[in-house]
């Protein structure tokens, strides 16, 4: 069965430092999405992207936040300037219509 | 904006007994709730979903159900097994202003004891 795939499993940052998180979403989906997870909360949407652009976005996901679909098959987030409090799960997501939403397994951002 | 309740946050059963899960949503205009399961160590997988126009959908041993009058949808799980055990979340969202986000509930621990 197709998967969602994200890299890397485990990434730890120093604070201050810019991070990139990979995805490879399902090969003939057209929707990605990036959520996160703060340890002991909820799973909070950050970002919605179809056609190269940006459709959705929340409050989280201000100038700090990047996304890009940098070629056919991957789709990445960046954090620039990382805080303390932007440690969580970060997952990303994919749809071949805006429903249903199939999760990768996620990235869990530690900064230090 | 959306607001998902669920309850309850840990659940333990027997082997052979039912589950259920409850979730509360806040917007009347939600109308796509999905169910995810998600073991340790991975993502959220997507079990079961329902639309508004549907009160009840089942897939084998697991049902959602749903009032849109007093806005809950409950996850029920008969005949568990040591394996449904895993931390369920529901979601919901609203489509008709072009929005798909979803929006979680926090989460319910389902241990089955064999």
């Known amino acids: 069965e197709p998967e969602v795939t994200q890299t890397p499993s485990h990434q730890v940052t120093q604070m201050g430092q810019e991070v990139i998180l990979r995805c490879v979403p399902i090969?003939?989906?057209?929707?990605f999405y990036w959520y996160r997870q703060i340890l002991g909360q909820k799973v909070e949407f950050l970002v919605s992207?179809?056609?190269?652009?940006?459709?959705?976005k929340s409050e989280i996901f201000d100038d700090q936040f990047s996304v890009e679909r940098p070629d056919g098959s991957n789709f990445t987030l960046k954090i620039r300037s990382t805080k303390l409090e932007d440690s969580a799960m970060y997952f990303c997501?994919?749809?071949?219509?805006?429903?249903?939403?199939?999760f990768g397994d996620g990235t869990r951002l530690s900064i230090l | 904006g959306e607001n998902v309740e669920q309850h309850p946050s840990t659940l333990s059963v027997q082997e052979g007994d039912s589950a259920v899960i409850k979730c509360t949503y806040s917007?009347?205009?939600?109308?796509?709730f999905p169910w995810y399961k998600q073991e340790l160590g991975k993502g959220p997988q997507l079990i079961i979903d329902?639309?508004?126009?549907?009160g009840e959908k089942k897939d084998q041993r697991i049902a959602v159900t749903l009032n849109k009058t007093a806005k809950h949808f409950s996850l029920h799980i008969t005949e568990t097994q040591p394996e449904d055990s895993a931390v369920y979340f529901c979601?919901?969202?609203?489509?008709?202003?072009?929005?798909?986000?979803?929006?979680f509930g926090k989460g319910t621990k389902l241990s089955v004891i064999p």
């Open positions: 997501a994919s749809s071949e219509e805006h429903r249903p939403q199939h």
């Open positions: 090969s003939n989906h057209l929707y």
């Open positions: 992207f179809y056609n190269n652009e940006i459709s959705e």
């Open positions: 917007d009347s205009a939600s109308n796509y």
């Open positions: 329902i639309r508004s126009n549907v």
């Open positions: 979601a919901a969202s609203d489509s008709g202003a072009g929005s798909y986000q979803l929006t």
